[in-house]
């Protein structure tokens, strides 16, 4: 690498972090996160949010699909949109729109993550997941699918979204391990959202006993704490 083309990846890459500081300091200067928690509040705008859905049906997709995507790439929690998009669109369409925008979304970010910061990721999680690493190696597409299907064994999302850069996948193999892998986790959360919407569909206050006796509910919660289960199982073999 001449030291042009390292001086233009440095650039770009401060370019990037600078923008992804801004944002984020621009949605939590902007966001009271209480807000997003707090009963009223959502009974309060759910209906002006259910009635722009129906009246802009692409739009309000569109710009759903294309805030997925900035969400990864500005290092979101992935639970957070999963939940908000079953929430407002139910969890089959929730389904297909989180997934098509999370793949993408990580595409894109592993993209720039392998192109600009390298050196910075391999230095930083090479030796703490070593183990996986010679592992995924023998089959990057198979084991990085399984490796998706179970959370990430632990792994925070962006940790998930960032360690293949270590072992220099294909772009092609993390797309496809990406969108394979997510569809459990996806659906069981964005059903967790739908549920949580039907609850408060069905009950002007939300209670411990309507929650825990749902259906909608406590499935999606049951088949959440069975990937933990499993995700804890593989960090104890692997990590």
Known sequence: MNLKSLNLKLVLGAIYLAILIAVLYFIFSRVDIQDLTNYEFIMENRETIFKYKNENFL????????????????????????????????????????????????????????????????????????????????????????????????APLPIQNTLPVVFNMSIKNYMIGTFLGIIPTTFITVALGSGIESVIEKNTKLTFSSVFYSPEIYIPIFCFLIILIAAFILKRIFF
């Open 59 to 154: 739009l309000f997709y569109f710009i759903f699909f294309v805030g997925i995507i900035f969400w990864n790439l500005i290092l979101g929690i992935g639970s957070i949109p999963a939940i908000i998009g079953g929430f407002i669109f139910g969890k089959w369409w929730g389904t297909i729109i989180l997934i098509l925008g999370n793949t993408i979304g990580a595409t894109l970010f592993y993209f720039l993550a392998k192109t600009f910061f390298s050196e910075f990721i391999e230095y930083h999680l090479s030796k703490k997941f070593s183990k996986f690493i010679i592992f995924i190696k023998k089959n990057e597409l198979l084991y990085f699918t399984i490796f998706r299907l179970i959370g990430g064994g632990g």
